[in-house]
């Protein structure tokens, strides 16, 4: 495995995530997922029309990616590097959160007059359904929220699962510590028993959750797709390199998995493509192309920002401009958009949680591995 704690490919993957769900959003908005292009549905393209493909990715990701970082703490570790833990990732999750809401209420005040395009079915159940508030931007921006929706920017409802759980992750990732291959495997099938008991056959429409034990309910259902993560890295899955047969057989399966329309082949697909992610070869030179490269660095930016474009640009234009052309503008705008966001906002959140990291720590420690 690579000596350094980052892995530039899985970066990648994650910004084609970003994007793919960008893309599944504006059709939505667009009211486009009709036609000629419901075919791309029969195909592995139909990531495109099921964005939660890529949130249960993320998930995924998550847990190999952080589970990585927490492994330099080894032996060494304590109750601080616990309390420094959620103090950093509480500011990378929920600081670039709270000022997206801010922009969102702000553009609410700006150029919302209360109605939307007559087919915009999909922006009128999800945004801006209440003016926002200060007590609902701080409910959102923590992840309480224990509503069906998160009105004043919906993608966040996935970073209140991930801020929560990733709170509880060094436990789960030192618990798969302690023996490595046999404490990994049984903590893969607590959290199996966990998502079946949490979640039941409802797998492919759990989000939030209409009030605190459902919302209680569906974090601990997405403990699933973390503990994958975290059972890739104390597997030691990256280390397995693949023969010519494993690779195209592996290739065969995540195609075969795009199809299935449920969590558990989400999850395995997203094991398979981490793991090709780290051959070497074809796949993980075009992952390393500096045009992905960047996509991966404002990914979470371009996660946060993408729906705010487009709730603007539908609003401002619909019955003006065709609807196809609404999406185009859109995703291009919400790219540039992504890039200011994450050199004004992000990078400074990245800064702010190693300070506080290093300061509670009374030390300084190694950059957390962006997530």
Request: charged share 10%.
């Amino acid at each position: 495995m690579r000596d350094s704690q980052r892995i530039p490919e899985l970066d990648s993957l994650r910004g084609i995530a970003s994007l793919l769900v960008m893309i599944h959003h504006n059709l939505l908005a667009s009211n486009l997922m009709v036609g000629p292009l419901f075919v791309l549905t029969s195909t592995p393209f139909s990531a495109i029309f099921t964005g939660r493909h890529a949130v249960m990715f993320f998930f995924v990701l998550s847990g190999f990616v952080l589970t990585r970082s927490l492994g330099r703490f080894g032996a060494r570790s304590d109750w601080r590097d616990w309390i420094g833990w959620i103090a950093q990732r509480t500011v990378r999750l929920c600081l670039p959160g709270f000022v997206s809401l801010v922009i969102s209420a702000f553009l609410y005040g700006a150029v919302y007059d209360g109605t939307w395009d007559s087919e915009g079915w999909w922006l009128s159940s999800t945004l801006w359904q209440s003016p926002p508030s200060v007590a609902s931007i701080i409910e959102q921006g923590l992840g309480l929220r224990s509503t069906l929706r998160y009105e004043g920017n919906n993608v966040l409802w996935s970073l209140a699962h991930e801020w929560h759980i990733s709170i509880f992750l060094p436990i789960v990732a030192t618990f798969a510590w302690l023996r490595l291959r046999s404490s990994a495997t049984a903590m893969l099938f607590l959290a199996i028993g966990l998502a079946g008991a949490a979640g039941g056959d409802k797998l492919t429409s759990i989000g939030v959750g209409a009030g605190a034990i459902d919302f209680l309910r569906s974090t601990a259902y997405f403990v699933l797709p973390f503990c994958f993560g975290v059972a890739i890295e104390r597997l030691g899955l990256m280390e397995i390199r693949a023969t010519m047969v494993q690779t195209v057989a592996a290739w065969i399966a995540a195609f075969g998995l795009c199809r299935f329309a449920n969590d558990l082949s989400d999850y395995a697909f997203s094991v398979i493509m981490i793991w090709l992610a780290g051959q070497p070869g074809l796949f993980a030179r075009v992952l390393r192309q500096p045009v992905l490269a960047w996509l991966g660095r404002v990914s979470f930016s371009l996660y946060l920002v993408h729906e705010l474009v487009l709730a603007v640009l539908h609003h401002l234009l619909h019955g003006a401009v065709a609807p196809w052309l609404i999406l185009v503008l859109s995703c291009c705008l919400a790219l540039v958009a992504a890039q200011i966001f994450y050199s004004v906002i992000e990078r400074r959140s990245h800064h702010l949680a190693r300070w506080i990291q290093r300061s509670l720590r009374g030390q300084a420690l190694p950059a957390v591995v962006p997530s």
